[in-house]
């Protein structure tokens, strides 16, 4: 077996060699792992232990070095597990022959599956970019075929009319050729300025996901302070406030396995498709999101559960197979970044809800440290409310790709609605 990969560049442009690639990622996750595991059972790299019912006061906060070494894990941790995530699911897929009936249909599958258990193309970006940008004055020519193609024939991209601006970059010049052929920085191949556009139309799609991510974090936050305000006993035993979030986890599996064995066998018949589209599937795990910010209790977990099910998987078969096939680990990397991004909008919404709630020191606002004191509630809709505008965008975002009929539309809105008109 060759050690080189054909559609799969390094940072110098190069094939990629199988040998020494994705050697650092484990031990960034092994690393961090030993940094969790070391922080739980130091004693110097924790707080005290308290009683917080007890004596509230008396509970002495973790020092700068102490959140410093959280933090350092964390991030260790996230470095990891990001790397790894953004190329397993690449190289999951490539293992499925595209040009197979029955493998693609089984590719499907494996979205699922990848869920339960969970070159730099980023040069070439730039070379196109750089050559676009050098050559803003010159006119794109009036026929295609006048652009500088150089990839053979069965592997290249056929030009579109979308962001005419990057076909500049195809525009043959003077100095655009040296020794050993055009300089990639001034001169970019048709195929290479589609690969481009590509990626830069999973953009207003994926900028859409973010809200879901904000959502889902704001439910893993507040939900164990709510658990913990609750009557959690059973007889002598007090189940942890964290653990309510088996609800979610169980929403999840749950659902993957209903659509697994029922739902996609049921639409492969009806539509001859094995499940819904992924941008069909995102919809859905949108419009869930949102309900379940509406809803209450152990529903909210079900329909966030729920909702995640159907967007993860829907998120990454779509920046996979919508991306080019030299951009895959890029493509999911930019999937995992949107998760990234919603878990900071979600600090920053915190931040400025408090803000703007709090009318004096000794108001609580919505977000008080007791729920019991604060307005959830208010919160929770103020959520729903931005994802009813979210969905909205989504589906502005998608009107062109054909994965996702109009039909839907009233389909998918009537719900939003309503709720919405329940909050307002």
């Known amino acids: 077996m060759s050690l080189t990969v054909a559609d799969a560049l390094d940072y110098k442009g190069f094939p990629a060699d199988r040998s020494n690639t994705g050697g650092w990622i484990p031990a960034a996750l092994i690393l961090g792992d030993w940094h969790i595991a070391s922080a739980t059972k130091l004693p110097q790299l924790r707080p005290a232990p308290c009683n917080r019912s007890a004596a509230p006061h008396a509970c002495k906060p973790a020092n700068g070095f102490q959140m410093g070494i959280l933090y350092l894990t964390i991030y260790v941790i996230e470095l990891g597990t990001g790397g790894l995530k953004s190329s397993v699911s690449g190289f999951g897929t490539d293992q499925f022959d595209e040009k197979d009936e029955k493998e693609r249909s089984q590719m499907a599958y494996f979205f699922n599956r990848y869920k339960k258990s969970l070159g730099s193309p980023i040069v070439q970006i730039f070379q196109v970019l750089v050559a676009a940008m050098n050559k803003r004055k010159m006119e794109v020519p009036y026929s295609v075929e006048l652009l500088y193609e150089d990839i053979i024939k069965m592997s290249r991209i056929l030009h579109t009319d979308r962001f005419r601006f990057l076909d500049k970059a195809a525009i043959v010049g003077e100095g655009d050729f040296e020794r050993y052929g055009p300089n990639p920085w001034k001169l970019c191949s048709v195929t290479r300025v589609e690969e481009v556009k590509m990626m830069v139309g999973l953009l207003p799609i994926s900028a859409t996901t973010i809200i879901f991510w904000t959502t889902y974090a704001q439910m893993m936050t507040f939900s164990v302070e709510q658990a913990s305000t609750m009557e959690r006993s059973i007889r002598s035993f007090q189940i942890p406030a964290g653990s309510l979030t088996v609800f979610f986890v169980a929403a999840i599996l749950i659902t993957l396995a209903v659509y697994d064995h029922l739902v996609m066998p049921f639409w492969k018949k009806l539509k001859g498709k094995p499940g819904f589209s992924h941008l069909q599937r995102m919809a859905i795990g949108l419009v869930l999101s949102t309900l379940g910010m509406a809803a209450a209790a152990i529903a909210e977990f079900f329909l966030v559960g729920a ?12 920046f996979i197979t919508q991306s080019p096939k030299g951009m895959k680990t890029m493509s999911t990397g930019l999937f995992l970044s949107t998760l990234s991004l919603g878990f900071f909008v979600s600090s920053l919404l915190v ?61 998918l809105m009537a719900p939003l609605v309503r709720t919405s008109a329940r909050l307002l």
Not at 307 to 318: H, V
Not at 365 to 393: E, K, M, S, T
């Open 351 to 411: 931040a400025v809800v408090k803000s703007v709630t709090r009318s004096s020191n000794d108001d609580h606002g919505w977000l008080a440290d007791n729920i019991n004191h604060g307005r959830l509630d208010c919160f929770y809709g103020l959520l729903a409310v931005l994802g009813v505008i979210n969905f909205v965008l989504f589906l502005v975002s998608s009107a062109g790709n054909s994965n996702l009929p109009f039909k839907w539309t009233p389909l």
């Open 307 to 318: 909702g995640e099910a159907f967007s993860y998987t829907g998120q990454l078969d779509f």
